[in-house]
């Protein structure tokens, strides 16, 4: 159709013509229905909602409800075809990310001077930067003490809760730690012979919701 032409062409020629009225934003669109869209941004109108029951989740976009119901029905289309592997993912970006695995791909790049270190995730390079700029965004609301990432938080605030969230389960062993780190230095004075492999096997073994105290 022409119309589709039209809006096709846009894309060479960084034409906008839907522009946000919306004050202090700006934000322009190469389509009406964008447009329309992210004005559910300004409105908070979120007309799509997740019939699942006990859920009820809206969201702004078909596309968004459509990605959220993978949930519910653990749909994963988004297969890695890398030799060997066979994982799923429920989104296509995570598959995206996944691959990186495999090929060594690191696009993400830190440009503070001298560094140039790089990262398979955006993310990852956000927290490395934080070496360079000192930002420390999560503070104890204990003791005031600043951290550059939410799990070396979580990891302090055992300091105050006494949790040691990483038991030994070597038999007559009652022994536990704040850190996964303590934990696996302490087996191997159960089995010294035993491979570092194997050590940390055992660790990720142990209930997720152990693991879940000192992950991202």
């Known amino acids: 159709k022409p119309s589709r032409l039209k809006e096709h062409m846009r894309a060479h020629t960084g034409e906008r013509p839907f522009a946000c009225d919306e004050d202090g934003c700006g934000k322009s669109f ?17 007309p799509f909602k997740c019939t699942a ?41 995570s598959l ?22 790089c990262f398979a995730h955006a993310s990852t390079l956000r927290v490395h930067e934080r070496s360079h700029t000192g930002e420390r965004p999560y503070r104890c609301r204990v003791c005031g003490k600043p951290f550059t990432t939410s799990s070396h938080l979580r990891q302090h605030q055992t300091v105050h809760t006494g949790a040691r969230p990483f038991k030994c389960d070597w038999p007559g062993c009652d022994k536990a730690y704040t850190r996964s780190g303590s934990l696996i230095r302490h087996k191997r004075t159960h089995a010294p012979e035993r491979p570092q492999a194997q050590l940390h096997t055992s660790l990720e073994a142990r209930p997720l919701t152990t693991q879940r105290l000192v992950s991202p």
């Open 96 to 117: 995206r990310v996944h691959v990186r695995i495999h090929t060594g791909e690191r696009p993400f790049v830190c440009v503070a001077v001298g560094c140039g270190k």
């Open 30 to 46: 190469t389509r009406a229905d964008n447009l329309k869209q992210h004005r559910r941004i300004h409105s908070g109108e979120h």
């Open 53 to 93: 029951a006990g859920c009820g989740k809206r969201f702004t976009q078909a596309s968004n409800l459509k990605t959220h119901r993978r949930i519910h029905s653990g749909d994963r289309p988004f297969k890695c075809i890398a030799a060997g592997c066979g994982k799923c993912f429920a989104h296509a970006s």
